[in-house]
Nanobody
């Protein structure tokens, strides 16, 4: 099993930046990709970004393109989400998730506990 721990959330004013980290542990050898999701109060969970461990192919939601950057450190089993030009609508609990090798596309198998990001105007 894979354990995921997010960190780096907090409060920031609009236009500011935050960097989230997600440290993976356990049977990480079976992980194929990592994704970032977010969920605001009263809203459904939303895909933000993903990255493959091998190759580093990335995908972003339209709402964050040009502002957020997902990256990884394979040696540390850690993924990051650099968030720039933050907007109040970015306020949410951010989760990282693991997609295991062999899992269908869009299926994530393990989830972190989440970290709160609050953007004030």
């Amino acid at each position: 099993q894979v354990q995921l721990v997010e960190s780096g959330g907090g409060w920031v004013q609009a236009g500011g930046s935050l960097r989230l980290s997600c440290a993976a542990s356990g049977r990480t050898f079976s992980s194929a990709a990592m994704g970032w999701f977010r969920q605001a109060p009263g809203k459904e969970r939303e895909f933000v970004a993903r990255i493959n461990w091998i190759g580093g192919i990335t995908y972003y939601a339209d709402s964050v393109k040009g502002r957020f950057t997902i990256s990884k450190d394979n040696a540390k089993n850690t993924v990051y989400l650099q968030m720039n030009s933050l907007k109040p609508e970015d306020t949410a609990v951010y989760y990282c998730a693991d997609r295991e090798r062999g899992s269908p596309a869009a299926k994530y198998d393990y989830w972190g506990q989440g970290t709160q990001v609050t953007v004030s105007s």
